[in-house]
């Protein structure tokens, strides 16, 4: 029996109107839009009404007004009488940022000697090292904060005998009281020279790169880069007749006087803030080396290569695949996490600007707007700096 | 050839083995352990003796501070003091005062809740407790009760159990010239709504002519169990009214951790699937929405919460502060959540997906019967190192004036009967080992659902 040929013209199913996904996506979306505008028309009226009714002013006319309140560390020239609600808002900011910045500097430090640390074969040192991952994340931020600036910092001795640390200045309760640096004329020479040496360094390791391709030849890029970028400014420093002077504090009855003070909440926050990401760290970074296949060590160990350069040329470059990208989340956190300054009163942006800011002025819209867009940029930023650097290193397939 | 087995007394070949050495001194036991792992070379005896030392400077002090020289029993601020700070201790002293903790335990606990009402924040912990343990544990039998327990009468009675329930409605949607606000007005209006629901959804099934019984069953059993919770809620049970504000302790820390978490799950499934979605305007806003609370740090999300928020709502309409916290925290932790769950959507193999539309299944029950069960299980450990971070992250509600278990802890220094140089160091050493217990003990959960989950293979 041959096969029928049925050659009906089917044409397009006959589908109702609201069973068409297309059709049936678009009306999702567009009650979806709908509600989202109705709530956020709804939200915005009620803001007006409310604030009228409250009398607050809205709008960013505050941010030219003058603020009137201390900040207890500043890196910009900061006067309370004069200085506007925009220069609180900088200088929070720069406070944030150089907290995360050094915070996060002392983070990986700590992470990568911990994370090694936990696989090494010393039973000690490993120990030691879990425990250490162990307790320090399983215990809240915020109390890691509080413990080292109420049960550590406040303990140090009063002013009035302050620990002297010889060459690193006083300590005391009031802060570390550290010696200031002072460049004296021709300090920029050194400067200068630091500058120079990364330049030079750079085209020296292009050149070698360059040249191990063509010849095979190696040339110690290392060594040479550390005496271009330290070695170089040091003999400019020296021959220029060490021109920096240190201003060391000197104790006094209430405060020492002198020298460049680092008060107790920053280095509260930033030890806290600093070894506890570092348990976290620690914990990607393990990982991280514990993703690279054996099978990569033994190979390399095939070829020839010791132990240095098999960790150096074949481990730590496919680690880091791995490591980078939960790296770049826990740099996100800690950055968030320095907000928590707003608890010992750290002048953080969350603190001067989101809090005495918003109590003095009461627009809460306009402030804590600003702030969370602030995290986000500095969020956004990193995490497309991070993702730029990873797709560098990433595994380039075929 | 020569057949060397005819004169053995010339063989060179050994008949009997020897019997079996021990191994030589130097390669086991105690020493040679110690000596292949502690000091095999100079940089690690180095390594070794510097750890020896920072434990050796760190450890005896802190079991000095905890047991040796802690006081255990005690009245007042004197028995935690030195002579020189009008106290019995002798001068130099520093130890632990754990009379002090002992007699701030039901703070710590319940905050300032009733004491004759303690017991009902007992029985809430207990239900918890007991809820939990035989779900976590995968060997127990009866999963299907126990989440019914934990999802739905757990979360009914708590509320009633915790603020005393007997909550008086008066409607809101009907105008006042309609009918008075009472509680007649506020069953009118579920009733009302119940009845424009089954109409919309009926007239969706006529219009593409599938059945509308299964619609008319989901709206009448939805809008059914609601009213059921909240005709629970209405009851007067006879227990007395407890307002939040009187909450505390380590009651509050559970409240924010748990409702946070079993509130931003849903959230979490919805943001994910609509972050995979192929709809343009549903992906855009899930993105946007994840991005934006995972770009701010949690603070900032509080703050907004308990200043902000109050400005959008119209005017007469009031939240409590821990209601308007647990929005705050609801909303911030499902963004975390929901990349969680986009991990474990995203390891199902698309075959799945396949073979339920091939089987015919429309989308929901596609991800209701074969995705989500999968993609759930798969992420347990990261639902539950959210939670970790989460119920650490309890604590920043001290910042916005909540007394949570550290919060009352920080209230209870400001009390002068027990002032002595080393309240603050035993309450945060206290606190210090409430929340290891906590998180340790759910991160080795986490750890072992992971082995168990983990099949050996990667995809």
């Given at each position: 029996m041959a096969l029928q040929d049925v050659s009906q013209d089917v044409g397009q199913p006959k589908v109702a109107i609201f069973n068409d996904p297309k059709i049936r996506g678009w009306v999702y979306q567009i009650l979806l839009l709908a509600v989202i505008v109705y709530l956020v028309v709804v939200g915005v009226q009620n803001m007006f009404?409310?604030?009228?009714?409250?009398?607050?002013?809205s709008g960013f006319g505050f941010m030219g007004r003058n603020a009137g309140f201390a900040i207890s560390q500043s890196l910009l020239p900061y006067d309370q009488a004069a200085s506007s609600y925009g220069k609180v808002y900088m200088v929070g900011l720069l406070n944030t940022v150089s907290i995360a910045f050094i915070g996060v500097i002392l983070a990986t430090v700590f992470g990568f000697v911990i994370g090694i640390a936990r696989l090494s074969n010393n039973f000690v040192v490993r120990s030691v090292a879990t425990v250490y991952v162990e307790v320090f994340r399983n215990i809240p931020l915020l109390l890691h904060i509080f413990i080292w600036y109420f049960g550590v910092l406040r303990l140090l001795p009063h002013p009035r005998d302050s620990a002297d640390?010889?060459?690193l200045g006083l300590l005391n309760n009031r802060g570390w009281f550290a010696p200031k640096p002072i460049p004296q004329e021709l300090f920029f020479l050194t400067g200068a020279a630091f500058v120079i040496g990364i330049v030079v360094m750079l085209g020296i390791s292009n050149w070698s790169r360059k040249r191990q391709m063509e010849t095979g030849q190696q040339f110690p890029v290392f060594l040479t880069g550390m005496g271009l970028i330290f070695g170089l400014p040091f003999l400019v420093f020296v021959f220029t007749g060490l021109p920096l002077i240190f201003e060391y504090p000197v104790a006094g009855g209430f405060r020492p006087k002198g020298g460049m003070t680092i008060i107790p909440e920053f280095m509260a926050l930033l030890l806290a803030l600093s070894t506890y990401t570092a348990a976290f760290i620690a914990e990607i970074v393990r990982a991280g080396i514990l993703a690279v296949d054996k099978g990569q060590t033994e190979a390399s160990h095939a070829l020839g290569l010791r132990n240095g350069p098999t960790l150096r040329l074949v481990v730590i470059p496919q680690a880091m695949r791995v490591i980078i990208p939960p790296l770049t989340s826990q740099y996100l956190n800690l950055t968030k996490n320095s907000s928590l300054a707003v608890?010992?009163?750290?002048?953080?942006?969350?603190?001067?600007?989101?809090?005495?800011?918003l109590n003095q002025t009461g627009q809460a819209v306009e402030i804590l707007g600003m702030t969370m867009?602030?995290?986000?940029?500095i969020s956004l930023l990193t995490s497309a700096f991070m993702n730029w650097y990873n797709a560098r290193v990433a595994l380039v397939e075929r | 050839m020569a057949d060397t087995s005819k004169n053995a007394s010339l063989a060179f070949v050994r008949n009997d083995m020897l019997t079996e050495a021990a191994a030589p001194s130097g390669a086991v036991g105690t020493v040679a352990w110690i000596r292949n792992n502690l000091f095999s070379n100079w940089y690690n005896t180095v390594l070794t003796l510097l750890v020896l030392y920072i434990a050796y400077v760190i450890i005896p002090p802190v079991i000095r501070f905890g047991f040796i020289d802690a006081v255990w029993t005690g009245t007042d601020r004197q028995a935690c003091s030195t002579i020189a700070q009008g106290g019995i201790m002798p001068d130099g002293w520093f130890g632990a005062c754990w009379a002090y903790v002992d007699a701030y335990f039901n703070q710590f606990i319940y905050g300032r809740f009733p004491d004759e009402s303690e017991w009902?924040?007992?029985?809430?912990?207990?239900?918890?407790?007991?809820?939990?343990?035989?779900?976590?544990?995968?060997?127990?039998?009866?999963?299907?009760?126990n989440i019914i327990f934990?999802?739905?009468?757990?979360?009914?009675?708590?509320?009633?159990?915790?603020?005393?329930?007997?909550?008086h409605y008066s409607g809101f949607l009907l105008p006042d010239f309609l009918m008075e606000p009472s509680a007649l007005r506020f069953w009118t209006e579920i009733v009302l709504i119940t009845l424009i629901l089954l109409a919309i959804g009926v007239g969706i099934a006529r219009g593409t002519d599938s059945d509308p019984k299964p619609t008319i069953v989901a709206i009448l059993g939805f809008m059914g169990a609601i009213a059921v919770i909240l005709a629970l809620f209405a009851v007067d049970f006879g227990l007395s009214e407890v307002p939040t504000d009187r909450w505390g302790g380590l009651l509050v820390t559970l409240v924010i951790a748990?409702?946070?978490?079993?509130?931003?799950?849903?959230?979490?499934?919805?943001?994910a699937l609509g972050r995979r979605s192929n709809m343009p305007i549903v992906k855009?806003?899930?993105?946007?929405?994840?991005e934006f609370w995972r770009g701010v740090p949690l603070i900032t999300v509080l703050f907004m919460s308990s200043v902000m928020l109050p400005l959008f709502l119209p005017e007469g309409v009031h939240f409590d502060k821990l209601l308007r916290a647990l929005i705050g925290v609801a909303l911030f932790s499902a963004a975390y959540m929901a990349e969680v769950i986009r991990g474990g959507l995203q390891a199902i193999p698309k075959g799945q997906y396949e073979g339920a539309m091939a089987l015919g299944l429309s989308f929901w029950q596609m991800m209701r019967m074969i995705i989500l069960p999968q993609a759930l299980t798969m992420v347990i450990p990261g639902i539950v190192n959210t939670f970790i971070g989460l119920f650490k992250d309890t604590t920043l509600v001290l910042i916005i004036g909540l007394f949570d278990f550290l919060g009352s802890i920080q209230l209870s220094f400001t009390d002068p009967t027990w002032a002595s140089p080393v309240q603050q160091s035993t309450g945060f050493a206290f606190a210090a080992f409430v929340y290891f217990c906590f998180c340790f003990g759910m991160s080795r959960y986490s750890a072992y659902m992971e082995r168990r989950l983990d099949t050996g293979h990667k995809s």
């Open positions: 009404a409310n604030l009228a009714a409250q009398n607050i002013a640390l010889g060459l608890a010992i009163a750290y002048p953080d942006l969350v603190s001067v600007f989101g809090g005495t800011a867009l602030t995290y986000l940029g | 009902r924040v007992n029985v809430v912990f207990l239900m918890f407790f007991g809820g939990l343990a035989p779900l976590l544990i995968p060997s127990v039998p009866m999963k299907r009760a934990v999802t739905a009468i757990f979360p009914v009675a708590s509320f009633v159990l915790l603020t005393g329930g007997n909550l748990v409702t946070g978490i079993a509130a931003s799950m849903p959230i979490g499934i919805a943001l855009l806003v899930s993105v946007v929405f994840i």
